[in-house]
């Protein structure tokens, strides 16, 4: 479980009629029921804590933070996080950094895109964990997030039950970017049969290629394999092959192949490729 004292549950009461306040002229949540609100935003976003993915005086960056979920939960419960909630509209960090001063509690915060953010040298691959409840496929969400980890650190993204479906190109995204994606695990609501968020769980073991992450407008799934290979040579990616795998044999082979059509066709292997691996 997850344990709250007092001042814990006076924060959140207090972060409830906050929200609520503003709530009523900008557009924050459409959940409004207490009850709700506790069960969909705060215990939700307290996940990672049952399951002791963060160790006190962790490093955190909450990526595409909104309404300040999952990190203002987490910096509640946890007051000893060094939290940074990064936001693309200046309303929400505005709001953030009102909700931070009445709460008493200290946290950073920063205004931009994750694409620009995750470029800026004073964020970039500088935090333990990037945490992310925001609304994209787990390829995106691993373009991201990871940029912001250092190597050691790890990714959590809040899922919902369709992340099967797109763990293959997860796995993908993971490696292209120094990453190897650990696996799920569920994040339940006691009392909530009908909730079935999962957190999706990468662990940086690398380093992630200046590249990533993409604008919005160059980041397309059927794009991540034939990017990478216009950007290394052989060496380097067989460097990467033999530094990282993926969790699934036949996701790793599956990617390989393609992995070494496309780098031939970018002309950047000399026609080596990844053809060494069969013999």
């Known amino acids: 479980g997850i344990a709250a004292d007092e001042t814990a549950l006076d924060r959140f009461e207090a972060f ?3 929200l609520d306040e503003y709530n009523a002229r900008m557009d924050l949540t459409a959940v409004l029921d207490e009850d709700e609100r506790v069960d969909r935003h705060d215990l939700d976003s307290a996940a990672p804590l049952a399951h002791g993915l963060l160790m006190p ?3 955190v960056i909450d990526v595409g933070t909104g309404a300040g979920f ?5 910096l509640i419960l946890r007051p000893d996080l060094q939290m940074t909630f990064l936001d693309a509209l200046n309303k ?3 709001f953030l950094e009102d909700a931070l001063a009445r709460l008493g509690l200290k946290a950073e915060t920063l205004h931009a895109r994750a694409e620009d953010a995750a470029k800026m040298a004073a964020h970039r691959e500088q935090y333990d964990a990037a945490v992310s409840r925001a609304v994209a496929n787990a390829a995106t969400l691993e373009e991201l997030t990871l940029p912001f980890v250092q190597k050691g650190g790890v990714a959590i993204a809040w899922k919902g039950p369709g992340v099967a479906e797109e763990m293959t190109a997860a796995r993908r995204a993971a490696f292209l970017l120094g990453g190897t994606v650990r696996g799920t695990v569920d994040a339940p609501i006691p009392g909530r049969d ?3 968020h999962v957190l999706l769980l990468t662990d940086k073991t690398g380093t992630t290629p200046k590249a990533y992450p993409r604008k919005p407008e160059r980041r397309t ?3 991540w394999a034939s990017e990478y290979g216009r950007e290394m040579n052989a ?7 033999g530094a990282h795998a993926f969790a699934d044999a036949k996701d790793e082979w599956e990617w390989m192949k393609k992995a070494d059509l496309l780098l031939c066709e970018a002309k950047r292997a000399g026609g080596q490729g990844f053809g060494w691996i069969s013999k």
Do not use: S, V
């Open 16 to 18: 409830h009629a906050i």
């Open 57 to 59: 005086g962790t490093k």
């Open 70 to 74: 999952p990190g203002m939960p987490l």
């Open 92 to 94: 929400r960090i505005l």
């Open 194 to 196: 009908d909730w079935a």
């Open 221 to 223: 799934e059927n794009r």
């Open 235 to 241: 060496d380097e990616a067989i460097d990467r092959i």
